[in-house]
């Protein structure tokens, strides 16, 4: 009996991200037939009732034959002289393609600012939400003719799982050119594929490296497993799988690797702040702030502060370390100035209340403005 994965086949909303291997040729330039079968599987799923985001690289591969660049540049400017070429070409192709199938797309192009700032967050949701119930088809992609972070972050992995937790999608598809996760290198006859993920302790003892053609793409099996991580703990499964194998995938069917979605969802909040912010500063904690922080729950306060890190405005994402061991522990939204802090660190909210008034007998930061990182949550 054929087993269907009903996760697939009952999710109304599909995020798919596909990478650039998936797209171009070995040296650049858009592989059409690719690029076409993948259209020809999205419109389908599309006719069928299903709201659809894709997320794409190949901006940066595509750009690279016009330009006669024989290899991915490794130079910024180059790169984004590649991105602006080849990201006409890119979405002009899905928008001819797509066209076949009496479905109009829009381009959506997002830096780093626009998943990590939050204001910037909710526009993003609304553009696409708009799109959506329009009934047109938003085509996303980092806009790397103008930003860097995200091209020294190298691929869509991580955009993707944070644009299906901003739709809240139903399913998140991630394709590339490996079939599945394997249990080591897929090129070793003794690696088996695995199946089905249903926490982290299924990828324990698995080795985990990079994998795709070099040249054209710079994700590996490391930022999808994270990926998937990432969505699946705000409810989302997740395949991974083959380009090819696209078609199956949705189906139902039982290829590449299925990851399950957490039991309970996170609040939005939460998880935007745990996964679409970058840290203004660090505070560093003392072991009895650690232990109040990550094992009780707690608020942080400044008695347990032994360094302050950055430059920030209260209101400010901040990472709270373990001045032990380094490490990050929880991150969370900061109620003073980076200036106003090393004065407090180390008293009691008592005392500094009687000393400087009832406004410092506050946390540095509240337990409902903080989440735990999962290094941390590992460790309890």
């Not at 996760?7 to 858009?30: D, F, M, P, Q, Y």
């Not at 926490?199 to 698995?206: I, K």
């Amino acid at each position: 009996m054929v087993q269907v994965r009903e996760e697939v086949t009952g999710a109304r909303r599909v995020v798919v991200k596909v990478g650039s291997s998936s797209l171009t040729t070995a040296v650049g330039g858009i592989d059409e037939q690719r690029v076409d079968a993948l259209v020809d599987v999205l419109g389908g799923l599309a006719a069928r009732g299903r709201e659809v985001v894709l997320v794409s690289s190949g901006a940066i591969a595509a750009g690279l034959a016009p330009l006669h660049l024989r290899r991915r540049p490794r130079d910024l400017a180059t790169q984004q002289a590649a991105a602006s070429v080849g990201q006409g070409l890119l979405i002009g192709r899905y928008a001819a393609g797509f066209a076949r199938h009496g479905l109009t797309v829009g381009q959506v192009l997002l830096t780093v600012d626009d998943v990590t700032r939050r204001a910037h967050y909710r526009n993003a949701y609304r553009t696409l939400r708009k799109l959506l119930d329009l009934g047109a088809l938003p085509i996303v992609n980092e806009n790397d003719t103008v930003a860097t972070e995200e091209i020294r972050f190298g691929d869509n992995d991580r955009l993707a799982a944070l644009v299906a937790a901003l739709v809240q999608a139903d399913l998140l598809v991630l394709l590339s050119d490996v079939d599945a996760l394997y249990t080591g290198d897929p090129a070793d006859p003794a690696s088996r594929r695995v199946t089905t993920v249903r926490g982290d302790a299924d990828l324990a003892g698995l080795t985990i490296g990079a994998a795709g053609r070099a040249g054209v793409g710079t994700g590996g099996m490391v930022t999808k497993v994270e990926a998937a991580r990432i969505a699946t703990g705000f409810g989302i499964p997740v395949v991974l799988t083959a380009a090819p194998m696209a078609g199956a995938a949705l189906a139902g069917d039982e290829a590449g690797t299925l990851f399950h979605a957490a039991a309970s969802r996170p609040t939005a909040r939460l998880f935007w702040l745990a996964h679409a912010t970058s840290p203004r500063g660090r505070l560093h904690l003392d072991p009895g702030a650690v232990a109040a922080v990550v094992a009780r729950r707690k608020s942080l306060l400044p008695a347990g502060i032994t360094a302050v890190d950055g430059s920030f405005a209260a209101g400010d994402p901040v990472d709270l370390v373990d001045a032990t061991s380094g490490a990050p522990v929880a991150r969370g939204l900061v109620n003073y100035d980076a200036v106003e802090l090393p004065a407090l660190l180390g008293r009691s909210t008592p005392e500094l209340a009687a000393a400087l008034g009832p406004g410092y007998e506050r946390e540095v930061v509240h337990r409902d403005d903080l989440v735990l990182l999962r290094t941390s949550q590992e460790s309890t």
